[in-house]
């Protein structure tokens, strides 16, 4: 239960940032009022005590409500995906935002903006992010701006473009920007940051300037982001390639998209240090490396993974699969999903049967031939079986994979130890439905470079009969009354 008096209205809840940090209030028990122009698709995302107030930063009249009350807002919105101009778009939303906490008496507005010298012709993006601080600021109303650069984590769009770029290309040609230097930081320590400017001690309207103490170009975090992962990149400097060629290139290689591109790479070609040292004597905070920081993404999207259901996840974010699956972060999914008319229970049977004896329920002869396969390659192929025809517990051997979570008549989640270039799962789930029951079943392959990329895609029309005949075969066993237990 919320144990703070104060009120904390925050905006771009849904976002990745926002989203973030709403989960990290909640959990500090402090009272959050969420701002969103769709409060549906926030509902599922917050805590039963958080409020939900429909507003639109551009729609003046509609702020009033949800600023009542109010003590501290988080200002983590722009426009950049909008297909409109922008610039004018985030200054009229900072306008109405500032004049709005003006009016219902807010104590401090907290907002997230960018780094780059204001001493230099920056970007429309960088231009813009600035031009929304010194708005809020005329407001009135008292404003803590955080300047960042690069934010380290899952789901961060320049990390996603790193990620991407040395994913998938082993020789890349570089254009300037990728020797310009910038001062990361990991999303903990941002969320840290914005979590303290709550209670930071500040007379008047600041600004901090806030990044880890490397200061290292996009090629060093390229490298660095290789060495982690296990990859050999190389690195082809040229001094061509402009903003709009570098966005071209930048579409057809990563998942930004077009129109967000072409602004980012507009804002690669600047700078973005800190220059002013004043956060780390105002707060108690000291960013980690951004070796730790790229080591704590990789190790939290494995922690995440394993507490994930696939399913909720991919329906919140409404992502729609094509050709190959689902891409979900790093991730590649395959996920496929049957109704049958039995309990929960009996749908599960089969699967908990799965492998050795009993085999994968269609095209056994497929997994006999990628388990020799698999030997040649130095893997363990199919000859281990499984120990016991019907039980299962973490940590046991089924064929070529290994049991990593097992929750009888609920989930059953596979690792596989085959010789793959990356890693990759099997898992299960079933769950109630009226008279009967839903499984789910999902393939998933955390691919490393290029060549994992390749492997995915390559069998994938293999893949897709065989996972949709396994599943068929699963229902078909499961309504045919499957034995529970011997």
Known sequence: MPTSPRLILLTGATGYIGGR???????????????????????????????IAQGDVLDAASLGAAMRGVDTAYYLVHSMGDDRDFETLDRIAAENFGAAAREAGVRRIVYLGGLGSSAEALSSHLRSRQQVGRVLAASGVQVIELRASIVIGSGSLSFEMIRALVERLPVMITPRWVSVKAQPIGIADLLAYLALALDVRADGNRVYEIGAADRLSY??????????????????????????????????????????????????????????????????????????????????????????????????????????????????????????????????????????????????????LRGFADILAGGVGMRRGRRHPVDLCVGDAVDWWRVEVIEPGVQLRLFAEMKVPGRAWLEYQVTPDGDGAVIRQTAIFDPVGLAGILYWYGIYPVHALVFRGMLRGIARIADCGFPISD
């Open 21 to 51: 940090l709403l989960r990290r209030f909640e959990e500090a028990g402090e009272r959050v009022r969420c701002l969103a122009r769709r409060p549906a698709q926030l509902a599922a995302r917050v805590g039963g005590d958080t409020e």
């Open 219 to 368: 090629g060093d975090l390229m490298r660095e982001y290789a060495r982690q992962r296990g990859l050999r990149r190389v690195m082809i400097p040229v001094p061509v390639l402009t903003p709009r060629l570098s966005s071209l290139w930048l579409g057809l290689v990563t998942p930004l998209y077009a129109r967000v591109g072409r602004k980012l790479a507009e804002s690669l070609k600047h700078p973005t240090v800190v220059e002013d040292q004043s956060a780390l004597a105002d707060f108690p905070l000291r960013p980690k490396s951004v070796r730790d920081a790229i080591a704590d993404a990789l190790r939290n999207e494995d922690r995440e993974f394993a507490e994930t259901r696939w399913s909720d996840a991919l329906s919140s974010a409404g992502i729609a699969p094509g050709w190959g699956g689902t891409r979900f972060g790093n991730r590649l999914l395959d996920q496929r999903s049957i109704r049958v008319a039995c309990t929960p229970a009996r749908a599960f049977a089969p699967i908990q049967r799965i492998g050795g004896e009993t085999g994968w329920y269609w095209g056994n002869w497929l997994w006999r």
